[in-house]
Each structure stands twice: as C-alpha cells, then as structure tokens.
C-alpha cells in the first residue's frame, strides 16, 4: 500500500515536474525565437499609453507686467462617426449651442469621406460653450448626442486686440508665430502640442516626461505709450491726410524699443483680416520692414561724418549760392533760393542741401561712404522682429551709383532706409558715440527664474566729442528756427525731413519726417515719426515736427521725466 | 513520575521515526513563514508606492488644470483690464488725460523711479517629476541596498 502511494507520488512529481520543465522551456523559446522583438513590443504597448500634452505657449507682457498676449483653453468639438445615433440632433445642437449651420454639420456627419472615423465639427469653442456643451451631452439620457467628443487644448489670445499689433505679430492655428515677436522668439516660446508615452504603471511615474511650458517674454514695450502712440498717430493721419504713418519710441541710451506704431493694425483674435488689411508683408511694421528716402534727417549723419573726420567745426563757414555741381548734376536747396553766409548750426536749422552736398563732397567718396556704412545705412540693425529689411545704400562701384549720388545721398536722396536704421544711427549722436542695438526683448521668464537682456551696442561710429558736438548744434538749430518740435521746459535735438518720393518727384508726394531725442543733457526718449504723402503740408515741419512734440509730452508725463529746471536741482543736491 | 520514566520518554522521542519529519516540516515552515512576511512587508511597499504613483498622476493632472486654469483667468483679466477698457472706464469715471501742465513735480528725497516687472518668483519649487522624493518609488531591495551601504559607511 505504502508503496503503491510512493509510486503515485512518484508520477505526479515527475508529471509536475515535465510541466514545469516545458513551462521553462517554452519561455526560453519565445524569447529567442524570431517573433521575440514582436511580442516585446506587443506587452510594452500595454506598459505605455500615448498621450497628446498641449504645453503652453509662452506668454508676452509689456515691461509694467500687462498681458499682450496669453493663452485661453477653448474646445475642439469632434464626432465619432461610428457611434452616431442621430446626426440631426447633434447638428441641430451644435446649430443651437454654437451657432454652427445646421446643414454643413449634418453633411459633415453624413457625408464624410471615404475612411474618415472621426470630423471635427467645431473648433476654438470658447470653454464657456464648451462645458455647457459636454454638460448637455453627459445629459442626454436618449443617447441621440453619443458620439460628440470634446477635446482640450490651449489657443493664442490677445487681450489688447490691436495694440501693438505690428511689434507682438500674430500665431496661426498651427501654433506658427508669424511677425514681430511671435515669429522671432517662435522657438523659445514654443508650446506645440508633443506626443508623449506616459507609463500605465504607477511605479514609474518619475518616468512620465516632463514637457516645459513655452518661455515667457517681456518686452521693453510700454502699454500706456503705446496706446498713446497709436491714438496720436491715428489723430496724425487723419489731420494731416497722409496716407500711412509710423511713430517709434526707444531709449537711446539702451536701444529698448518703448513705443512702436504704424497705422493699419489688425485685430490679433481675429488674423483672417489679415489679407483684408495689408497689402503685402512689409506692409505689417513699416517701422522695420519699408525702407524709404528719409530726406533731411539723414543731414545730421552728415553733419556728424564732416565733424568726425575734421572736414569741419560748427564754427566753419561757407556761402551758399543756391546750387552745387556734383558730377556734372545741379543740387539746389529746397526752397531753390541762395542762403548767403552759414556756419554749420546754420545748415541743419535751414536745412540746406548745397551745404551738405559741399560737405560730402569736401569728404570724398571714401570717407563719406566710410561713415555711411559704420552707422549701419544698408545693415540690417539686428532689431529682434521677424521681417527687417536692410535698406540701400549705393556705394561706388555699384553698377547702378553716380558721381551725382555722393551729393544727393548726403541729404537722404538715393538711399532708402527704414525708420530703426535712422534711430540705431542717431543713436550714437545721443550717446556719446556709440550706438546701440534696438531691441524689444527686456527679459525671459523660464523655470520661475526671469532672466534679463542686456543693452547691447553695436559700435561707436563717431567720437564721444563729435557727439555731444552735433547734439548742442541740432538743439540749438531747433531753438533758433523756433521748431513746432520744441518742448516747454524740456531741451530737444533733433532734426525734420521731407523727402519726395522716388518717381513721384515732380508731384507734391512726400514723405515727411521728424527725428527727435531729450532732455539733450541725458537722453531718455528718441522718437521718429514718419507721415507718408501727407496732404495738409507737404513739409515735414509742418506735419511730422508737431506730431513729434505732442508724443514728447505724452511721453515725458508716462515716463515720469522731470523738466530740466526740477532736474539740475536734483542734481545739485 | 520518576527520572526513570522521563529518561524513557526522551529516549522513545529520539528514536521516534516521525521526529526527523517534524524536523522537516518545521525547517519548511519557517522558510515558508519567512518567504511569506518577506512577501507581506514588500506586497505592503508595493502597494503603497502604487497609491503614492497613482496619488501622483492625479496631482500632475491637478496641477496641470489648475494651470490651464490660471492662464484662462490670467487672460480674462487681460482683457477686463486692457488699455482701451481702462481709458473709458477712467473717463466715464469722469477722469481726463493729465497734460504737462496739469503736472508740478516735487523733489522727495529717496525716490527711486520704479523698474519694469519682475515676473517670476525664484523662490517657487519647480514642478516637474524629479523631484519626486526615493521614497515613492524605489523598490524594497534598492532601500536595503541603500541602507546596507551607509550602514556599512558608517563602520
């Protein structure tokens, strides 16, 4: 008996024992048989659920912390063609609920392309509607509303609307910044939806990726001056009856980019105005993007190459006659009449082309040329916006330059440039020689740290003294003239420009200008103001200089900057 | 009872031919006890690490809405405070521009004019799945891995 029990015990060890054995050994052979990578990938398929994160694009802020542009979650509505149970009354719903139309969702929903699982049949639902939506169809106890799903996702949205709209550019509904900041900085501020593996297993959770937020940006803009900018130039265009105009702000001293305005604005909520709204690309911020013969502003980088180079002193004189011969081309002054006797406060306060054309002549081509370039006419300025254009500056040897060029360009004829070019160049007369790099970036915000931007100069085209120079004699030029540019209690330097335009010569098209900066002793603002074709005056300090003294004192009161009188006081304590 | 009948009781025990089984037996069941509270204290970890994963998962998720949130509120607020809203909101207060002239400035000793915004606060921890502290998700034999070496450091 007990032998018989030995022996069944026996068996039953040895049949476990085969059991275990081919258990063991078919393990073994599936994991080296061929199929092996196949069902390693079949069982981490069950590890790891794909999950679509819609991190944030990063936000912009002016430089007092006011949003310009956030991010707002909206819905994106979608059927499930599948598990439809009533086609008319979702769109009817939809119909009701969003105000879609009836008849494209039921075709959506009835007629979907061949394959087609799934179509989107709203989107960008604000989430208001949307939750009202989801609650509606958690509701619906007839299940004729199954088959809506709804999904997530962030959207760009400015809150100022037009505001600033050149500067901050716009995101398409792919999440591509275009223009302005939006497309300079699209990388860093990033936020494109990302396919992520998030592990099913709670014991790896420190490996669910981790995907950052966009960076966020401050700019140096100032909301307040911007918004007065905009209106001023709104009022300027439509007084003077130009066709378009422009009106930037920046500190000379740093090259932050305070103010930057130009007339047609879109609606950054609403970019399908965009083709209603401009004409082409460089249309969107003039500012950066249009070059133009700027006219008489441009005397004052002349003025400042003829004191750097020694050809002359303020206290240099000459007679005008009226007329100047530059290769074998009459120049004559604006008003076509001689001015007799000048110093050279005089050439600026008048404004005389023969006397600049005698300068740059006086200079020569090389030198001439020489400061042209190491002011940047022709460089792009490296201003962080999407969409600068560089400009032209002939020089000789272009097949297209003439002996007659060194005269013309010498009072802004023959060369285009855009308004930050003239300002990065001005720069160097406000400070002291060296001219900065215009920026709007003032700092980044990434991993709760802000880390701030610095001035950056991008040379020193003339000297320290030749500066502060020109500076004294364009305030002065404007005092004497009694310029419409002039500020109570403030001293300004600057200079006006009235340019006709390039095949339109003969006609009354101009293109009037104002460059200006203050208090002359420390220089806190510089503005340019430019009014295309306007029609009350054709001058530029008719037009352009008022402009430019009612933005000074919007912009003395917004920045605080005391008159020069409470200032000395200051500084004398 | 006498010695003499106790002596016939250890000697029957040890000759008994079911001792060397119990001995058995018993070796098995303490192994088996072992294996088993072994398998207890680590089904304990185990599970705790899964609710604290889990609890994780939640608080990530949380925290992500609350962030979409906060945007959403962020924006929101953008818009009721944006320039244009405020500048009638002022002027049907019955507010007008300041001009230049309106303004007489005083020299205050001290004043400092304001900087631009600073947006972020350093002192916030990052948010992010690296900081999850060893406890939560090291296993029982990393722990005892962990503490045999610095118990070993410490000698």
Known sequence: MRQQYARRTQLIIAIMGFVAFAIIFQMVRIQNSSQAPDFLGLGDGFQYEWKTVFPDRGEIYDRNGHLLAGNKTV????????????????????????????ATVLNQIQNPDPGIVSVTVANSVDQKDGL??????????????????????????????????????????????????????????????????????????????????????????????QASAEKILDDAVSKYGATRGTIVIMDPQTGELLTMASTRRMDLNQIWDYGSTFDNASDYNPAISVPYEPGSVLKILTMAAALDSGTVTPGTTYMDTGVIYVGGVPIQNWDRNPWGIQDMTGCLQHSLNVCMATLSTSMGATTFYSYMDK????????????????????????????PVDLGTNAFGQGVAV???????????IANHGNSVTPHVLYATVRHERQY?????????????????????????????????ALVDGYRIA??????????????????????????????????????ERPTASIWGSETAAPVFAQMAQKTILLLNIPPDSVRKQLAQQ | ??????????????????RVQRQWIGAVLIVAIALAMISAIFLDVSSRTALAGREILSLTAAISTSQKNSGDLQTQLALLTSASVMEQRAQDLGFHAVETADMEYVIVPGYTAPEPKILS???????????????????????????????????
């Open chain 2, 1 to 18: 009872m006498n010695i003499q009948n106790v002596n016939h009781l250890v000697h029957a025990y040890k000759i008994a031919p079911w």
């Open chain 1, 494 to 531: 600057g200079k006006t420009g009235t340019a006709q335009i390039p095949g339109e010569y003969e006609s009354d098209s101009t293109n009037a200008s104002f460059i200006g900066w203050g208090p002359v002793d420390d220089p806190k603002f510089m503005i340019y103001v430019w009014l």
């Open chain 1, 452 to 484: 701030k931007s610095d001035a950056v100069f991008s040379g020193s085209p003339i000297s320290a003294q030749t500066a502060d120079t020109l500076n004294e004699m364009l305030a002065n030029s404007l005092e004497y003239e009694g310029s419409m």
């Open chain 1, 375 to 402: 002011f940047g006419l022709g460089h792009l300025t490296g201003v962080d916006m999407g969409g600068e254009a560089a400009g032209r500056l002939k020089i000789p040897g272009d097949g297209d330059w003439y």
């Open chain 2, 121 to 155: 606060s350093s002192s916030l921890p990052q948010l992010s799945a690296l900081s999850i502290p060893p406890e939560y998700n090291e296993s029982l034999f990393e722990w005892l891995d962990k503490k045999i070496a610095s118990s070993s450091r410490g000698r």
């Open chain 1, 75 to 102: 819905y994106e509505v979608t059927v499930d063609l599948k598990n439809v149970q009533s086609a008319e009354t979702i769109a009817s719903t939809l119909s009701r609920e969003l105000g879609s139309d009836y």
């Open chain 1, 132 to 225: 009202r939506l989801l609650e509606l169809t958690n509701n619906d106890a007839t299940g004729d509303l199954r088959g809506l799903n709804f999904i997530k996702h962030p959207k760009r949205s400015y809150p100022e609307n037009k505001l600033a709209s050149n500067v901050i550019g716009y995101v398409n509904g792919d999440g591509l910044g275009y223009f302005g900041v939006e497309e300079k900085y699209n990388n860093i501020l990033a936020g494109n939806a990302v396919p992520v593996a998030v592990p099913v297993d709670p014991n790896k959770v420190s490996e669910i990726p981790h995907i950052p937020n966009g960076t966020t940006l401050i700019l140096t803009l100032n909301r307040d001056l």
């Open chain 1, 418 to 428: 855009t308004p930050i070019q003239i300002m990065t160049a001005a720069s160097a």
